[in-house]
């Protein structure tokens, strides 16, 4: 069984700061690509920011410049810095992970974490 959770969301205002953090845990070979998906009411999932096994990033052209992906392998744990925040930034964001354990590969999806800002 594999875990991904999710911490850091909350509330904010609008130029400001947060960071996300997801940790996996439980039977992992190895973790291929980890990102964060974002969904505000009413609307699609979307892809917010990707980051490979090798360090190689991708982002929403929305947020590009204002958030930061990252990893730290040795915790098997992926970030998400994001900063100057806007108000349509405000949704639950869901943290991914594709994680080989024993002969396949996966894709696992945290619990979410709410991230609200305000004017």
């Not at 594999?2 to 992992?28: D, K, P, T, Y």
């Not at 973790?31 to 974002?38: E, F, T």
């Not at 639950?92 to 305000?118: F, K, L, M, P, R």
Request: aromatic residues 8%.
């Amino acid at each position: 069984q594999v875990q991904l959770v999710e911490s850091g969301g909350g509330l904010v205002q609008a130029g400001g700061s947060l960071r996300l953090s997801c940790a996996a845990s439980g039977i992992i070979l190895r973790i291929n690509a980890m990102g964060w998906y974002r969904q505000a009411p009413g609307k699609q999932r979307e892809l917010v920011a990707v980051i490979t096994s090798g360090g190689n990033t991708n982002y929403a052209d929305s947020v590009k410049g204002r958030f930061t992906i990252s990893r730290d392998n040795a915790k098997n744990t992926v970030y998400l810095q994001m900063n100057s925040l806007k108000r349509e930034d405000t949704a639950v964001y869901y943290c991914n992970a594709n994680i080989n354990n024993y002969d396949s590969a996966s894709d696992y999806w945290g619990q979410g974490t709410q991230v609200t800002v305000s004017s």
